[in-house]
């Protein structure tokens, strides 16, 4: 299966910045979308921001203006850099990819998901 591996959570104050990295793992063919989604306590998980193998982003109207995608592509890695953090924004952040992983001398469709990164912003 394909893997990611997310870091850069933590504890920050309100109007600090952090950035998330998400890397997948090498055996990947290809990858079209790679996101970050979020799920507060008791809350149901939502997308924060997603970017396209074409470069097009897309952000949840919360974070517009503060967060922002992008793509390391030779290194299959997806970041969030997040400034004018808000309490609000604290929640466990989840990598998202989707695309194609090789299967021996084949190529078949994945949709993976990370463990989490914790991310809390304090007052």
């Known amino acids: 299966q394909v893997h990611l591996v997310e870091s850069g959570g933590g504890l920050v104050q309100a109007r600090g910045s952090l950035r998330l990295s998400c890397l997948a793992s090498r055996t990947i063919f290809s990858i079209n979308d790679m996101g970050w989604y979020r799920q507060a306590p008791g809350k149901q998980r939502e997308l924060v921001a997603r970017i396209t193998s074409g470069g097009s982003t897309n952000y949840a109207d919360s974070v517009k203006g503060r967060f922002t995608i992008s793509r390391d592509y030779a290194k299959n890695t997806v970041y969030l850099q997040m400034n004018s953090l808000k309490p609000e924004d604290t929640a466990v952040y989840y990598c998202?990819?989707?695309?194609?992983?090789?299967?021996?001398?084949?190529?078949?469709?994945?949709?993976?998901w990370g463990q989490g990164t914790q991310v809390t912003v304090s007052s």
């Open positions: 998202n990819a989707n695309g194609f992983r090789v299967v021996g001398t084949t190529v078949e469709q994945f949709d993976a």
